[in-house]
Antibody
Framework: EEQLLESGGGLVQPGGSLRLSCAAS????????MSWVRQAPGRGLEWVSV????????HYADSVKGRFTISRDNSKNTLYLQMDSLRAEDTAMYYC?????????????WGLGTMVTVSS | DIQLTQSPSFLSASVGDRVSITCRAS??????LAWYQQKPGKAPKVLIY???TLQSGVPSRFSGSGSGTEFTLTVSNLQPEDFATYYC?????????FGGGTTVEI
């Protein structure tokens, strides 16, 4: 069964750091681009970052650029999100998602999410 | 950055109804648009990609149309399990963005 499982969320103080992990199973992880999406409590979805598959290129939302770093370890089938200089507005459920390898794309597999709370 | 505007934000409907949700892009995005369904406490689930292609396993009562700047998600014969929040997303260029969401409620 294809599956994504996030971990690493928790409570952190403003200005602190956290690293999220997303463990993939049941599919050839290295061939897919992978992304992070977040959702603040009671709010809509916000795209955060993407790491390409073969291209290994990365892109970020303006709201996290310079503070968050996406990476992956294909030998461990794991996607990461290093979050530094955290702010209260980063409080959200963080989902990892697989990018469908079609010409037009879509996020076709999602994890259950991990909650990040930034508060003093 | 490309902005996506969904309308309406809330939609009241009944079982058996046909409902439509519109997503407008601030610039042309060809057919690089996906639709997702999200239920409370759950991760989103893709319904439609490429503006009109039904994701495998999604019931045929869901359909998508449009290209360029205006897109529509239609649910025919609304079922109890369809009461949820729906989001559009463009995949035309970075940064990717989602629409604000449409909650379909009884």
């Amino acid at each position: 069964e294809e599956q994504l499982l996030e971990s690493g969320g928790g409570l952190v103080q403003p200005g602190g750091s956290l690293r999220l992990s997303c463990a993939a199973s049941g599919f050839n992880f290295r061939t897919y681009a992978m992304s992070w999406v977040r959702q603040a409590p009671g709010r809509g979805l916000e795209w955060v970052s993407v790491f390409g598959g073969k291209s290994e290129t990365t892109h970020y939302a303006d709201s996290v650029k310079g503070r968050f770093t996406i990476s992956r370890d294909n030998s461990k089938n794991t996607l990461y999100l290093q979050m530094d200089s955290l702010r209260a507005e980063d409080t959200a459920m963080y989902y990892c998602a697989r990018v469908q390898p079609t010409a037009v794309g879509a996020f076709d597999l999602w994890g259950l999410g991990t909650m990040v709370t930034v508060s003093s | 950055d490309i902005q996506l505007t969904q309308s309406p934000s809330f939609l009241s409907a009944s079982v058996g109804d046909r409902v439509s949700i519109t997503c407008r892009a601030s610039q042309g995005i060809s057919r690089y648009l996906a639709w997702y369904q999200q239920k409370p406490g759950k991760a989103p689930k893709v319904l439609i990609y490429g503006a009109s292609t039904l994701q495998s396993g999604v019931p045929s009562r869901f359909s998508g149309s449009g290209s360029g700047t205006e897109f529509t998600l239609t649910v025919s014969n609304l079922q109890p399990e369809d009461f949820a929040t729906y989001y559009c997303q463009h995949l035309y260029s970075y940064p990717l963005t989602f629409g604000g969401g449409t909650t379909v409620e009884i």
